[in-house]
């Protein structure tokens, strides 16, 4: 009985292997869109934070391909000493995937906190191209966004006092709409939709897909741990043979 179920857990284990490649392009797509978003619209938030739980699911990501290999390498030989480092590199996992997830978890909360700078850097804006002006014309042609809520916003903006020309910045133009100009008059041809809210919404998809993902990964890294706690105690003992003196000799 005890043989079957070894080669059962073996066969298990290779599996598992499988899968856990499989969880490290899964962890590594995630954090790699979450981390162009956060270095793209760094200037909109409050602080690099966010930027943690990508980091840790990339380390996650690149370990769990490493365990997954050594796991496929057991297959043709295996020992108590691999077995061994086996189980402690998905102890390690379970750590990593568990901080990941915590910190997804933690942070969808706090993404509009993060978010709320956006009101200063739209007020900033002056239209003499600096920094603060490019991210703002960025953030709205790359998102199709206008405006904190929408297009209404920037009639209180220091921007919209100081040119008094009735019109928001081009880059709230609909790409699509070659006679835009900016003027008030052609709101129909402005993004409908705010930077916050289509902002707040990328972040927060790319956190919900690493706090399953990290909760997926971390079932998967259970299971792996019962396999492979199954073969270590089913595994045969070393046979040590006590050899003479006269032997050696």
Not at 4 to 30: N, Q, Y
Not at 110 to 118: K, N, Q
Request: proline share 1%; hydrophobic share 40%.
């Amino acid at each position: 009985m005890g043989s079957i179920t070894v080669v059962i857990c073996e066969k298990s284990r290779g599996i598992f292997s499988l899968f856990l490649w499989g969880g490290a392009v899964t962890m590594a797509i995630g954090s790699m869109f979450l981390l162009m978003v956060c270095s793209s619209y760094i200037a909109f938030f409050k602080d690099n934070y966010l930027t943690y739980t990508a980091w840790i699911a990339v380390s996650g990501a690149i370990l769990l391909f490493l365990t997954g290999t050594f796991g496929l390498c057991m297959i043709a030989k295996d020992s108590q000493c691999q077995q061994g480092t086996f189980m402690f590199l998905i102890v390690v996992l379970i750590c990593i995937e568990a901080t990941s997830a915590v910190l997804a978890a933690a942070y969808t909360k706090r993404v509009a906190y993060e978010l709320s700078s956006l009101d200063e850097k739209f007020n900033h804006y002056n239209g003499t191209g600096t920094q603060s002006d490019r991210d703002v014309d960025t953030l709205q042609h790359e998102l199709r966004c206008c405006g904190v809520h929408n297009y209404t916003d920037w009639k209180s903006t220091t921007w919209y006092e100081y040119t008094a020309n009735n019109s928001v910045p081009e880059s709230c133009c609909d790409r699509r709409s070659i006679n835009c100009t900016g003027n008030m008059t052609q709101f129909e041809f402005f993004y409908d939709q705010g930077c916050l809210t289509k902002l707040e919404h990328r972040v927060k998809l790319y956190l919900t897909y690493i706090l399953w993902s990290s909760v997926a990964v971390l079932c998967l890294l259970v299971l792996a741990a019962m396999s492979n706690g199954i073969l270590m105690i089913y595994s045969p003992e070393q046979d040590y043979t006590a050899v003479s003196s006269g032997t050696l000799a």
